[in-house]
Nanobody
Framework: QVQLVESGGGLVQAGGSLRLSCTTS????????MAWFRQAPGKERDFVAG???????NYADPVKGRFTISSDNAKNTVYLQMNSLKPEDTAVYYC?????????WGQGTQVTVSS
């Protein structure tokens, strides 16, 4: 079965950086569109960044210029490089993927940014 496993979350001070990884198995990774979402306490899950199977990327406005999504087909892994982190970036970050829609989700990784 398809599995997505996130890693790389943690506690960081404002202005710092983190890199999240999402490693997939049980799927043809190169044929999937992949994305990162996040959910802060008491809020809905929001789109953060996406990368298509063709390598096109898009970002939510709050993270443009600070976050970068990338993928490595050889490692079946998608990354989210997060720079200039702010306290409002604190959330559980989820990896999602699929062929036509985001059918598969990881369990999430906590990112906490202290002020």
């Amino acid at each position: 079965q398809v599995q997505l496993v996130e890693s790389g979350g943690g506690l960081v001070q404002a202005g710092g950086s983190l890199r999240l990884s999402c490693t997939t198995s049980g799927c043809t990774f190169s044929s999937y569109n992949m994305a990162w979402f996040r959910q802060a306490p008491g809020k809905e899950r929001d789109f953060v960044a996406g990368i298509t199977r063709g390598g096109n990327t898009n970002y939510a406005d709050p993270v443009k210029g600070r976050f970068t999504i990338s993928s490595d087909n050889a490692k079946n892994t998608v990354y989210l490089q997060m720079n200039s982190l702010k306290p409002e970036d604190t959330a559980v970050y989820y990896c999602a993927g699929g062929y036509l829609s985001y059918n598969y989700w990881g369990q999430g990784t906590q990112v906490t940014v202290s002020s």
